[in-house]
C-alpha cells in the first residue's frame, strides 16, 4: 500500500472546552458543533472537557461535607439533583447505564467517607474527578459519533494523590474522534490488563483540564491546540476596568501568555502553555461566541506582532505574605536553600520575593497558607538547631488579604515603562508591599482592598492612554 505523504493526512485538533462555555444544554449543543464541522472537514478531533460549570465546586463541598457527617441525606439529595441537571443538557435520552455506574460508585464513596467522617487522599481524587467524566457522556449524547477516551488509560501520572502531575513521557495518544474528560489521569498500572481494576484516579491540580489538553497536544503530535473561552486574550480583566476600554490581542508571545497566566489572567493554566510549547502546534484561544473568528493566537515570535506590543495586566486575590526572620540570614545564602526546598517538598509555588538583611518574604496563595507554615515548620527547627549561637531564632509570620498585580510585556523592565507603572501607583494613592521583575513581568503585591484601583490605573496610564 502506497503511504500518504504526510502533507496530505488529515490535520490533528485537540479542543478544549472549559467550565465557564460549559453551562447549560444550548452550551454543550454549541461546543458539540463546532467539533462536528472540524470533524467534518476531514479533521481527527480530540474534544477535552471540563466539568459542567460549578460542578467542581460542589462535588468538593459534598465530600467534605460527608467527611464533617454532616446529614447524609442532604448530599444524596444533592447528588440526585447532579444527576437531572447532567440529564437535562443532554440530547435526547441520557446514557442511563453509564449514569447509574457513575452515581453509584459516588454514592458508595459519600456513604463511606461519611461512616468513618474522614477521606483519603485517593476518595477525595476519586469522587471529585466525577465532574469531568459526566460533562464528557453529557457531550457524547451530542456527539454520537465520538467515543470517550477515558484518561485513566492515556494520561499517566506521577507523583501521590493529592499532589500528583502529569508524566508527559509516558502520556498516550488519545483516540481520534473521541472526547477526553480533563482534569484527572491514571497511574502507570492503567494500562496493564491483569492490573488495570488497580488503577485509580488522580487529579492534576485546578486548571487540571488544560494540562490534560496541552498534554494531549504533545502526545498526539497535534497540528493545532484550541483553547476555547467565552471571550478572547485582553489588555486586562473587562470586569476591573469595563468591557468598552480594554484591547483584545490576535497575536501575543507564548512568554507573555504564560506569565499573564500565572498572575491570574483568565487564559488557562500557565504550565499548560509551556507543555504545549513543547509541541509543534499552533496554540489558538477563540471565543465560543465567534466560532468563525480567528481568535487570539500564541505566537513563538517575540516583537510586536500586528504591529504593536501587547501589554496585560493581570490580578490574583487572596495572596498571603509569609516571612521569616532572623539574623541567620546575614551572610548565609545557604539559609535561603532550606526555605525553597521545603516548599518545593510541599509542592508549592510562590510568586513574588522580597529580601532583607534579616528578612525573606514571598507571596503564595492564601488556599496554601497553612499548608506553607506546616512545610516550613521543620526547616525553621532545623535553621535555629544551625545557627542557635546568634541568639535570635528564626521566626515565620502568615498574612492574608493581598492581591497579586502583574504588568506583562516584553522588556518589562524598560526604564520608561517602570516610570509609567510609578506613576499610576502614584495617581492610586497606593504604594506596593512586595515588587519583582523577572523576564516579561513585573509583580506587585498590594492589599486586596487597593487591587481594582491599582488595575484601573495601570491600565488607563499603559493602555488606553498609549
Known amino acids: 500500500m502506497p503511504r500518504i505523504p504526510e502533507a496530505e493526512m488529515p490535520s490533528v485538533e485537540v479542543h478544549k472546552f472549559g467550565g465557564g462555555v460549559l453551562s447549560s444544554k444550548e452550551h454543550y449543543r454549541r461546543a458539540a458543533a463546532i467539533v462536528k464541522n472540524l470533524s467534518a472537514e476531514g479533521k481527527r478531533i480530540v474534544a477535552v472537557v471540563s466539568a459542567k460549570n460549578g460542578v467542581t465546586n460542589r462535588l468538593i463541598s459534598m465530600i467534605e461535607s460527608a467527611a464533617q457527617k454532616k446529614p447524609l441525606n442532604g448530599m444524596l ?17 441520557a446514557p442511563k447505564d453509564s449514569f447509574d455506574k457513575v452515581f453509584g460508585e459516588m454514592k458508595a464513596i459519600l456513604t463511606k ?3 468513618k467522617g474522614k477521606f483519603v487522599a485517593r476518595q477525595y481524587d476519586n469522587f471529585v474527578s466525577r465532574g469531568e467524566e459526566l460533562s464528557a457522556l453529557a457531550l457524547s449524547t451530542h456527539l454520537p459519533d465520538f467515543s470517550i477516551s477515558k484518561p485513566e488509560q492515556f494520561i499517566m501520572t506521577r507523583g501521590r494523590h493529592g499532589n500528583a502531575a502529569i508524566d508527559l513521557r509516558r502520556t498516550k495518544p488519545p483516540l481520534y474522534n473521541s472526547i477526553l474528560p480533563g482534569f484527572y489521569g491514571g497511574t502507570r498500572f492503567s494500562r496493564i490488563p491483569f492490573l488495570r481494576k488497580f488503577a485509580s484516579r488522580k487529579l ?21 491546540m484550541v483553547f476555547w473561552k467565552d471571550n478572547l486574550l485582553a489588555s486586562a480583566n473587562p470586569k476591573d476596568v469595563g468591557a468598552e476600554k480594554v484591547a483584545y490581542y490576535g497575536q501575543v508571545p507564548r512568554r507573555v501568555a504564560e506569565e499573564a497566566a500565572a498572575h491570574g489572567a483568565s487564559i488557562f493554566h500557565h504550565h499548560a502553555i509551556a507543555i504545549a510549547a513543547n509541541s509543534r502546534a499552533e496554540i489558538r484561544v477563540k471565543d465560543i461566541n465567534k466560532p468563525e473568528g480567528n481568535g487570539t493566537l500564541l505566537s513563538t515570535q517575540e516583537g510586536k506582532p500586528d504591529g504593536k506590543l501587547p501589554i496585560i495586566i ?3 486575590d487572596e495572596q498571603s505574605i509569609v516571612s521569616i526572620e ?4 546575614v551572610a548565609n545564602p545557604g539559609v535561603v536553600v532550606h526555605i525553597k526546598q ?3 517538598k510541599a509542592g508549592i509555588s510562590f510568586d513574588v520575593v522580597g529580601t532583607g538583611e534579616r528578612m525573606y518574604a514571598f507571596s503564595i496563595d492564601s488556599s496554601e497558607q497553612e499548608r506553607a507554615k506546616k512545610a516550613l515548620e521543620p526547616a525553621i527547627r532545623k535553621l535555629n538547631k544551625i545557627f542557635h549561637e546568634t541568639g535570635n531564632p528564626f521566626e515565620m509570620k502568615a498574612t492574608r488579604g493581598y492581591s497579586l498585580i502583574g504588568v506583562i510585556r516584553e522588556n518589562v523592565a524598560h526604564h520608561e515603562l517602570q516610570q509609567k507603572i510609578g506613576n499610576a501607583f502614584h495617581s492610586a494613592k497606593v504604594s506596593p508591599e512586595m515588587v519583582s521583575i523577572v523576564g516579561h513581568s513585573a509583580s506587585y503585591l498590594v492589599e486586596s482592598s487597593d487591587a481594582q484601583k491599582v488595575v484601573k490605573a495601570l491600565h488607563q496610564t499603559l493602555v488606553e492612554n498609549k
Open 326 to 329: 532572623g539574623s541567620g540570614f
Open 113 to 115: 467517607v461519611h461512616r
Open 204 to 224: 492534576v491540580g485546578r486548571g487540571g483540564t488544560d494540562l490534560s489538553a496541552a498534554a494531549a497536544g504533545l502526545a498526539l503530535n497535534a497540528d493545532q
Open 314 to 316: 493581570a490580578r490574583q
Open 77 to 93: 439529595e444533592e447528588l440526585g439533583r447532579l444527576r437531572q441537571e447532567h440529564e437535562q443538557i443532554c440530547s435526547g435520552s
Open 342 to 344: 521545603a516548599l518545593a
